[in-house]
């Protein structure tokens, strides 16, 4: 118990942890008559600090008490004030004792006088650079340690002799320490603080001096206190104002600027804190936005292939990182192609999430007719979301024969050009909102046109003819119908990229208002030459004539660069006549659409092993071997991989996964004596 050492060790004054003490009773509303700190100190010590300004502890107990306070209060900003309010409360008895006055260097030099009457554990010695820039060196005796506290205590002090001589340009910063780290933020003390020094300095600049300082002249029954001094203008003797200050009064309203601010740092301690808040959750919608962005693009095609003649192209542009918009293609048979264009009610993650629901539940029902798919699908949407978003949509099956038969609900007609005339029309249609109405299902009607070559047939969402210019003007339906009138000479691809372009233009200097999707496709006009070229191509590659076959082939993917099946022929065509890199291209972009096919990897994995891109010809294989892991030839293949890589013990593997199908294959022994080989060569 400290009480028992009183007599052992006094170095400290107990007037910085009395202050100290009163806050921390403040902040847990205790009674000051009752010890709160019965494990460091009796109550006789407890009830001394409280009210004895000139009692004097340990430095060992005011070390205790502080580490007590500081975990439950953050005491940084109440030393502070605390050394502050210390300077001025004793700085009149270190003025002269008669009548005369000094300045500020003056009453520096006299600043250890007042160190000593607070504690033994410390000496000042004080420096002058130049006549307004002092050097404060707070040396600690040997058998003492300094403390992280008594920086912030002693800079408090040196901003109390500021305060008491009305500085307006002064700076009072450490510039070095015997301490190697402050637990409170160093930019507070100092800008550039060199710890682990072997001494503790303050450097204390100002660049005027505006007053004197002296006693009062007053008589004892003219001054309330002796906490009185007079305050004397520099300048002529004549022409000084001299005024009067009460010390306590400075000390109140120091107190009172400690307090307000504390409750300011608490605050923004505390706006801190939710910023912090914030921006964490920010960080994490930000996360859960690219996630859900990541996702969405997985769920709607880059591009959709070109497919029995029919080119198609799509512009789609998410207002948000996420979109309710929504396009998608679902091939049915080989001469049946479901096309949708869907616009979700809101935007962001809610509308996201029943485009992924509508993807799903357009996959589940491929009927034979859109209305029927229609019907389904409004009835799952109204048992998953309750009523609370709906999609507008308009759904197509696109025939071989260039026959598409479609339905709307809710959702902007469509618009066919005609190749003949060149002009375009708005398609029949109607029906109503998807997850809306219980009896929708009875709305929904199917609609059909036959399409020709060099026709276009386009569906979209209302964030296109819905958009507005800087002047509040919208692009409107008849822009739109007469934007594709004038673009009918061009290709699909074309079209929709000169109608975007020509939106961005009437637009520019807007935000977007909502989501923008554009989907159209063109039957070919140069569907009979593409017929023709792609036979011959099939006859000479099944003759094995690569090299005519891939001449042929050539032909018919200009007219249809995405029709997948010219990709993958021509593909395998130019791997067989010794083409690698442009088979390489080829099969990549088929293998991006078409993803299950174990023959497009297996080529293209022969492909980087002549090529020797030998990780890459690995990775195409085991995609073919996942495909089909019957397959010895491909086995085979991987061996030659590892084989060449020197990878003993993968090939061993493979070896035994042959064995495993087939143990009398012809390769087999082969490649048994070449991994023998592999050891003779270590």
């Known amino acids: 118990m400290e009480g028992s050492k009183l007599f052992s060790g006094r170095e400290i004054s107990s007037r910085r942890v009395s202050g100290l003490i009163q806050l921390y009773l403040q902040d847990n509303q205790t009674v000051s008559a009752s010890n709160p700190f019965p494990d460091i100190m009796d109550e006789v010590t407890y009830l001394k600090i409280l009210k004895d300004p000139n009692f004097w502890i340990s430095q060992e107990l005011e070390d205790k008490l502080i580490s007590t306070i500081s975990q439950s209060v953050d005491i940084s900003a109440v030393l502070y004030h605390l050394g502050t309010e210390t300077l001025i409360t004793n700085a009149y008895?270190?003025?002269?004792?008669?009548?005369?006055?000094?300045?500020?260097?003056?009453?520096?030099?006299?600043?250890?006088?007042?160190?000593?009457?607070?504690?033994?554990?410390?000496?000042?010695?004080?420096?002058?650079?130049?006549?307004?820039?002092?050097l404060f060196h707070f040396q600690y005796h040997t058998q003492h340690q300094e403390k992280w506290f008594d920086a912030i205590f002693f800079q408090g002090m040196l901003n109390g002799l500021a305060v008491l001589f009305e500085l307006k340009d002064y700076s009072i910063k450490m510039t070095k320490t015997r301490l190697f780290g402050i637990h409170v933020a160093h930019k507070d003390l100092g800008d550039e603080i060199q710890f682990g020094a072997d001494v503790n300095e303050y450097e204390f600049k100002w660049k005027e001096e505006p007053f004197y300082l002296s006693r009062s002249k007053m008589t004892k029954d003219e001054m309330s206190n002796r906490h009185k001094v007079m305050i004397v203008s520099k300048g002529d003797t004549d022409t000084e104002q001299i005024s009067i200050i009460d010390v306590n009064d400075v000390v109140?309203?120091?107190?009172?600027?400690?307090?307000?601010?504390?409750?300011?740092?608490?605050?923004?301690?505390?706006?801190?804190?939710?910023?912090?808040?914030?921006?964490?959750?920010?960080?994490?919608?930000?996360?859960?936005?690219?996630?859900?962005?990541?996702?969405?693009?997985?769920?709607?095609?880059?591009?959709?292939?070109?497919?029995?003649?029919?080119?198609?192209?799509a512009a789609y542009h998410p207002m948000q990182e996420v979109s309710g918009d929504y396009y998608d293609y679902f091939p049915f048979t080989t001469d049946?192609?479901?096309?949708?264009?869907?616009?979700?009610?809101?935007?962001?993650?809610?509308?996201?999430?029943?485009?992924?629901?509508?993807?799903?539940?357009?996959?589940?029902y491929q009927k034979g007719k859109p209305s029927e798919t229609f019907k389904f699908v409004n009835r799952d949407l109204l048992d998953l979301v309750k009523q609370q978003g709906y999609t507008t949509c308009v759904y197509a099956l696109i025939q071989d024969?260039?026959?598409?038969?479609?339905?709307l609900a809710g959702h902007?007609?469509?618009?066919?050009?005609?190749?003949?005339?060149?002009?375009?029309?708005?398609?029949?249609?109607?029906?109503?909102?998807?997850?809306?109405?219980?009896?929708?299902?009875d709305t929904y009607e199917d609609y059909s046109v036959q399409m020709e070559p060099g026709d276009k047939l386009f569906l979209y969402t209302d964030g296109i003819t819905e958009a507005e210019n800087d002047k509040g003007v919208s692009f409107g339906d008849d822009r739109f119908l007469a934007l594709i009138e004038s673009s009918s000479h061009l290709t699909i691809q074309e079209t929709i990229e000169f109608i975007m372009q020509s939106h961005k233009e009437f637009t520019m200097g807007t935000d977007p208002m909502d989501d923008i999707t554009l989907l159209g496709w063109q039957v070919s006009p140069k569907l009979p030459e593409f017929n023709e070229y792609k036979y011959?191509?099939?006859?000479?590659?099944?003759?094995?004539?690569?090299?005519?076959?891939?001449?042929?082939?050539?032909?018919?993917?200009?007219?249809?660069?995405?029709?997948?099946?010219?990709?993958?022929?021509?593909?395998?065509?130019?791997?067989?006549?010794?083409?690698?890199?442009?088979?390489?291209?080829?099969?990549?972009?088929?293998?991006?659409?078409?993803?299950?096919?174990?023959?497009?990897?297996?080529?293209?994995?022969?492909?980087y092993f002549k090529l020797d891109i030998f990780d890459k010809a690995e990775?195409?294989?085991?995609?073919?071997?996942?495909?089909?892991?019957?397959?010895?030839?491909?086995?085979?293949?991987?061996?030659?991989?590892?084989?060449k890589l020197k990878n003993k013990s993968k090939m061993k593997d493979i070896l035994g996964r042959m064995k495993k199908i087939d143990p009398k294959y012809k390769n087999i022994l082969p490649l048994e004596k070449k991994w023998e080989s592999m050891f003779q060569n270590v």
């Open 619 to 643: 990775s195409e294989w085991k995609k073919a071997h996942s495909l089909n892991d019957e397959n010895l030839s491909v086995l085979y293949n991987l061996a030659m991989v590892y084989l």
């Open 336 to 364: 049946t192609l479901g096309v949708a264009v869907c616009d979700v009610s809101g935007h962001g993650v809610p509308a996201a999430f029943i485009t992924a629901l509508s993807k799903m539940l357009f996959m589940n």
């Open 252 to 313: 109140d309203k120091s107190r009172e600027l400690a307090i307000e601010n504390r409750d300011l740092e608490a605050a923004v301690e505390v706006l801190k804190s939710f910023k912090y808040e914030l921006e964490k959750k920010q960080l994490s919608i930000a996360k859960d936005l690219r996630l859900a962005k990541n996702i969405q693009q997985g769920l709607i095609p880059e591009i959709i292939p070109d497919w029995r003649g029919i080119q198609f192209w």
């Open 401 to 407: 024969d260039f026959k598409v038969i479609y339905s």
């Open 93 to 134: 008895d270190l003025l002269p004792l008669d009548d005369s006055r000094i300045n500020l260097a003056e009453l520096i030099h006299r600043i250890p006088i007042l160190i000593n009457r607070l504690t033994r554990t410390v000496f000042l010695n004080i420096q002058f650079s130049d006549s307004k820039t002092a």
């Open 536 to 607: 011959s191509a099939d006859v000479y590659y099944k003759a094995k004539d690569y090299k005519e076959a891939c001449a042929n082939y050539q032909k018919a993917f200009e007219i249809l660069p995405r029709e997948l099946s010219t990709q993958f022929y021509y593909g395998r065509s130019l791997a067989y006549s010794g083409q690698f890199e442009q088979a390489v291209s080829l099969l990549e972009s088929y293998n991006r659409f078409k993803t299950n096919n174990y023959l497009s990897h297996a080529v293209l994995g022969y492909c």
């Open 412 to 441: 902007p007609r469509p618009i066919l050009l005609r190749a003949k005339t060149g002009k375009a029309e708005v398609l029949d249609g109607a029906g109503t909102f998807l997850g809306m109405f219980p009896e929708g299902g």
